[in-house]
């Protein structure tokens, strides 16, 4: 099956501080979501994006398609941004399940 | 967004017992949606296809006679944890899609604590 890699795996910032996550897949997609784990649990629709690039807030991501990658960018990082960022792909078009990266824990500290 | 609404989102049963969680599709129809079970720390693993009106589709690893799955109306799938041991304990996550090729969404999440 399809192999979906994120990067990195634990990431610590400075309030106010800019980062960047990858999200790499060994096969083409059809679909690509990145989302946002609260410590609750609850899984947040960030983007969903296949392809191009897409901005809302201080949130942006891009999806480069034919070489495989996405990238989430967060912009003056808040401590409410703290959680878990997955990304999760769809192989084959119609509706089959997301595969999910192992995600990026994101601590923002003030 | 469309909502998925998950109940209970959290429950303690004692070992031996059975629970059963429900994932509805509040605005929307959803002939089919997914179960995924997420340990600590851990990422989020597809345990079946949830379709309405057929049996449930479960992956390799997944017991059916232990994660019962129903799909009985378009707006509700449930899934039953049957005989549960403390291994059962995890974060239980559904989700849907309001059409075909468009974004997923999901639930709350259940976390089943088994003692």
């Known amino acids: 099956g399809i192999q979906v890699e994120q990067s990195p795996p634990d990431l610590i910032l400075q309030e106010g501080a800019n980062s960047t996550l990858r999200c790499n897949f060994s096969d083409s997609v059809n679909n690509l979501q990145w989302f946002h784990q609260n410590p609750w649990g609850q899984l947040i629709n960030l983007f969903y994006?296949?392809?191009g690039t897409k901005q809302n807030g201080r949130l942006s991501a891009t999806t480069v398609a034919t070489e495989r990658y996405s990238l989430l960018y967060i912009s003056s990082s808040q401590t409410t941004d703290s959680g878990v960022y997955f990304c999760?792909?769809?192989?084959?078009?119609?509706?089959?399940?997301?595969?999910f990266g192992k995600g990026t824990r994101l601590s923002v500290i003030a | 967004g469309a909502v998925v609404s998950q109940h209970p989102s959290r429950v303690i049963c004692k070992s031996g017992t059975s629970v059963k969680i429900e994932c509805r599709s509040l605005d929307f129809q959803a002939t089919t949606m997914f179960w995924y079970r997420q340990f600590p720390k851990q990422s989020l693993m597809l345990m079946a296809t949830?379709?309405?009106?057929?049996?449930?589709?479960?992956e390799q690893g997944v017991e059916k006679d232990k994660f019962l799955i129903n799909h009985a109306s378009l707006t509700l799938s449930t899934l039953t944890v049957t005989s549960a041991h403390p291994e059962d304990s995890s974060f239980y996550i559904c989700?849907?899609?309001?059409?075909?090729?468009?974004?997923?969404?999901f639930g709350q999440g259940t976390r089943l604590t088994v003692v």
């Open positions: 999760a792909v769809e192989t084959d078009s119609g509706n089959t399940p997301l595969v």
């Open positions: 949830s379709n309405e009106g057929s049996k449930a589709t479960y």
């Open positions: 989700s849907a899609r309001v059409l075909l090729n468009t974004e997923a969404f």
């Open positions: 994006i296949p392809s």
